[in-house]
């Protein structure tokens, strides 16, 4: 009976701290960005390097972005985006500066991160790029790298 009762007693507390404390997986996936623009980005008419906006999207789909021209996400993006749109932030760096991000927790509908680089020749320029995540249980430090004409996305996990 004590054998029963020490069992039962075990199992009640484990199912008490189970309960008490989310798992890392059940958790919303966070994020941190490392962004760097290199010295001779976005140049200007005269050739010379200027400050560069951009987005970092929140995404459930990334189709609409991959589709999207540069116009439409420029004037209005949560209507070029529509239902695949969950949130965005707006950063602007200088040639050759660097910006660490804090940790972000993600909505949990979203499946997708993509930056929009808003260079001034975008018919010459590689203005978009997107990546896949999971919105729960993970850590995510992305990079986005501002070259002269060409923005890149990676993920470290």
């Known amino acids: ?45 005269e050739g010379k390097p200027s400050p560069l906006a951009f987005q970092v999207f929140e995404l459930e789909d990334d189709s609409k972005l991959l589709a999207a021209d540069y116009d439409s996400l420029i004037e209005d993006h949560e209507d070029a985006l529509g239902t695949n749109y969950v949130d965005h932030s707006d950063y602007t760096m200088l040639p050759g500066q660097f910006k660490f991000i804090e940790p972000k927790a993600i909505d949990e509908d979203t499946r997708y991160i993509g930056v929009m680089a ?38 470290v996990e």
């Not at 919303?28 to 290199?38: E, F, G, V």
Request: glycine fraction near 2%; proline fraction near 5%; hydrophobic fraction near 45%.
């Open 1 to 45: 009976m004590n054998r029963l009762r020490a069992v039962l007693m075990l199992a009640l507390l484990s199912q008490l701290f189970a309960c008490s404390s989310s798992k890392p997986k059940d958790l919303p996936t966070i994020l941190t960005y490392s962004i760097l623009a290199l010295d001779e980005v976005n140049p200007n008419m």
């Open 118 to 155: 808003q260079y001034g020749d975008p018919e010459v320029s590689q203005w978009k790029k997107v990546i896949k995540i999971k919105s729960i249980g993970r850590e995510y430090h992305l990079l986005i790298l501002l070259k002269e004409q060409e923005v890149i996305l990676d993920k």
